[in-house]
């Protein structure tokens, strides 16, 4: 399931439920949640 954090724009992230976890952001800049509540997090290089 997909959804945004705001549904009257297109320019805040997605946030994806999949399985147990929850992604929110894009790709270069997503943190992964899950049930396990540990956060990873995946940025691009400054």
Same mark, same amino acid.
Not at 20 to 44: F, Q
């Given at each position: $399931?997909? $959804?945004?954090?705001?549904? $009257? =724009?297109?320019?805040?992230?997605?946030?994806?439920?999949?399985?147990?976890?929850?992604?929110?952001?894009?790709?270069?800049?997503?943190?992964?949640?899950?049930?396990?509540?540990?956060?990873?997090?995946?940025?691009?290089? =400054?």
């Amino acid at each position: $399931m997909k $959804m945004s954090l705001c549904p $009257m =724009c297109t320019n805040c992230p997605e946030v994806e439920v999949v399985g147990d976890e929850v992604r929110i952001g894009e790709a270069g800049n997503l943190a992964v949640l899950k049930t396990s509540r540990r956060l990873r997090a995946e940025r691009a290089p =400054c």
